[in-house]
């Protein structure tokens, strides 16, 4: 079984969020984990610097650590704004251009699921910022309709990864589905809102899909971590992440990509 490991790059600063209800639903959310006691006062108090710095990315420390672990990620950048997604063109262009000068993958986090022509000027303008018309999407809260698939096939997408579902990657018509296995929200946040497992309960049952996964040979697994949470303010999700990522290398698991497993599918 071989580990395919992508991040989603949903915000980059506290202030893109002006016009919406991002600050706010983030403030509750994590007064809840506080009073909860899901995270440490100093847990909290970290969000809060981090928001008064307007940094809500952390793209750079997690290439950093992915490299160091061998790790070649994928990125997946958007290119529009929506469903809580609120940076712009010329900032997605910057991070586009610098994950791809780190050496690592970068595709669309995608907005448009149902309207074709939309659809199509999402996949134009990332082409136009990546300088490549070679790579997969994951839709942004991972949104689907029926028909979608299709509709990225036709646009000529290598590859998407939105599905929530168990099994092996498969090809429909000319695009790989890759199905998502282990993503942090869902391994955290149970069927909450809000941080509601402790580390040790959240690494029991990513251990039980990893074991589930080799015993039903499935031929890669993929986990979805977003960058966001690779700082101290969120302490237990990124600590969750680098064990997992450990776990995996300790018994000797074999780390690839999308477009590397795409490859190896179609020979």
């Not at 168990?166 to 955290?188: A, C, K, Q, T, Y």
């Amino acid at each position: 079984m071989k580990i395919i490991v992508s991040h989603d790059v949903d915000h980059l600063t506290l202030l893109e969020h002006k016009k919406d209800l991002i600050v706010p639903k983030f403030i509750v959310r994590s007064s809840i984990e506080l009073l909860k006691r899901k995270i440490s006062s100093s847990e909290y108090l970290r969000r809060v610097a981090a928001s008064i710095r307007n940094k809500w990315q952390n793209i750079e420390e997690l290439m950093e650590y992915d490299r160091g672990q061998g790790v070649g990620s994928t990125f997946f950048v958007a290119v529009r704004r929506g469903g809580g997604l609120s940076y712009g063109l010329k900032d997605a262009k910057r991070w586009v251009q610098r994950i791809q000068n780190e050496g690592f993958d970068v595709g669309l986090h995608g907005i448009c699921v149902d309207a074709i022509e939309a659809m199509r000027k999402e996949h134009e303008m990332f082409a136009s910022l990546s300088g490549t018309t070679e790579f997969g999407i994951r839709m942004h809260n991972l949104k689907t309709v029926p028909g979608m698939l299709s509709r990225l096939d036709k646009l000529g997408y290598v590859f998407d990864s939105t599905y929530r579902i168990w099994g092996n990657p498969e090809r429909v018509g000319s695009i790989f589905e890759f199905p998502l296995h282990i993503m942090d929200g869902h391994i955290m946040h149970g069927n909450k809102k809000f941080t509601s497992l402790t580390l040790s309960e959240s690494i029991r049952d990513t251990k039980a899909i990893i074991r589930k996964a080799f015993e039903d040979g499935v031929s890669h697994l993929t986990i979805l971590f977003h960058d966001r949470y690779f700082e101290d303010g969120f302490m237990t999700v990124k600590q969750w992440y680098m064990y997992t990522i450990e776990y995996l290398k300790e018994n000797r698991f074999e780390f690839t990509d999308f477009k590397t497993a795409v490859g190896e599918m179609e020979q």
